[in-house]
Nanobody, 115 residues
Framework: EVQLQASGGGLVQPGGSLRLSCAVS????????IAWFRQAPEETQRVGIS?????????YYSGSIKGRFTVSRDNAKNVVYLQMNSLKPEDTAVYYC???????WGRGTQVTVSS
């Protein structure tokens, strides 16, 4: 059974940092790119914000997070990370990881940026 579990969310002040993790099991992890999406409270759809290739040699970021967030992966541990720095209130959302190109999603993790 394919499982993705996002964790690491929480409440943080503006300017703070969080690191999200996405633990993956049930598939050959190093054969898949992994994407991060988020869904803000006022939005009806998840928006893709980052992706990392299966080897980790290339990464992609949306304009809204570029320069502040960093995606990485540890293929030995089957985990993908999203380091989030300089957080802003508009980063408040539920964050999800996705097996890129598939309909496998992890349960989201809530990130709230507020003073």
């Amino acid at each position: 059974e394919v499982q993705l579990q996002a964790s690491g969310g929480g409440l943080v002040q503006p300017g703070g940092s969080l690191r999200l993790s996405c633990a993956v099991s049930g598939i050959p992890f190093d054969e898949y790119a992994i994407a991060w999406f988020r869904q803000a409270p006022e939005e009806t759809q998840r928006v893709g914000i980052s992706c990392i290739t299966k080897t980790g040699d290339r990464t992609y970021y949306s304009g809204s997070i570029k320069g502040r967030f960093t995606v990485s992966r540890d293929n030995a541990k089957n985990v993908v990370y999203l380091q989030m720095n300089s957080l802003k209130p508009e980063d408040t959302a539920v964050y999800y990881c996705n097996l890129d190109g598939t309909n496998y999603w992890g349960r989201g993790t809530q990130v709230t940026v507020s003073s």
